[in-house]
């Protein structure tokens, strides 16, 4: 893994972005998964939290056609009754190796035409990119700028999921497609964050992130969306290597919301953001971006202490 920022650039004020006019124009986009829905588990999610929901992954199979999924439709027609705004999240960071097939030249009109039939199916608001990796190929400019142009001719959104580990992977040409990009500033963590003492996500990531995409690489703040993790890992005897924020408050209670890591009594580490770190990059985000996305929604404790609220109350105080 690799990182194009430079380290020593500082969070300022850049006085060509002006401050969001309104809480309403201040993005909450939150990522559901198809596992999810398709147990029923977001049946009573607040989707009035949300400005856009992104349903992920809807994925097809290797002849680009994609196949029916269970729920979707209730939970667009939940969440555009909260006038949020659905979209199917595409790839995701296991994707099928397949995709680079599907956006060459060869399936390229026939795979989007299959995505655009996705979203009238669905009745969705658009399609957000997750392709990572080498799946960012010489083939995915070609496929975004095509995709742009069949998706705006009914109005629709087409957003991406980019990480500043990929950066010299996006052109310029493929970035200004986008209507918005959520920067996915997480999962370096442990042994591939050893300047920061294996914290995951930390708050100077999240700077380091949005200084790259707006100074570095020119990107207007109505553009950007920050990335938060509603989920840490651990290191060590004793400790799951993924757990989401709502299972770590059940079995560490007494505190650990307050924190960023917990040492288990076997000697293992969990590292993830708490509501302070969650409060500070929301911040952050209202300064520097215009909006905050969250992997994963239902990865959030859905009481007390949901992360998600301290977003929520961020942008109120903001607002009020």
Known sequence: ??????????AQANPRHKKNKN??????????????????NAVNFDFGRLTHL?????????????????????????????????????????SPAYYHKLIADSSRASFIGNLIGLVKLYNLDGIDVDLEGQLIDANYENFVVALKTAIKLNNNLLTAAIATAYCTQ?????????????????????????????????????????????????????????????????FGTGVPAEISFKDLINQYPSGSELSDQITSASGGTLYYNGTATIKAKTILA??????????????????????????????????K
């Open 1 to 10: 893994m690799f990182f194009c920022f430079n380290l020593k650039v500082e």
């Open 23 to 40: 809480a309403a124009s201040f993005r909450v986009v939150g990522y559901l998964r198809t596992a999810d829905i398709a147990a029923g």
């Open 54 to 94: 992104n349903i992920a992954f809807l994925n097809p199979d290797s002849t680009g056609v994609f196949n029916t999924f269970t729920g979707i439709k209730e939970v667009v027609n939940a969440a555009h009754a909260k006038n949020v705004k659905v979209l199917a999240s595409i790839g995701g960071g296991l």
């Open 170 to 234: 996006y052109t310029d040409t493929a970035l200004a497609q986008y209507d918005f990009m959520n920067i996915m500033s997480y999962d370096k963590t442990g042994p591939w964050n050893p300047d920061n003492g294996g914290q995951h996500a930390p708050y100077l990531m999240a700077v380091d992130d949005v200084n790259y995409w707006e100074t570095t690489r020119g990107l207007a703040k109505e553009k950007l969306t920050l990335g938060v993790p509603f989920y840490g890992y651990g």
């Open 286 to 319: 209202l300064d520097k971006t215009s909006g905050v996305m969250m992997w994963e929604l239902m990865q959030d404790d859905p009481g007390k202490f949901s992360l998600l609220n301290v977003i929520q109350a961020e942008i109120k105080k903001r607002y």
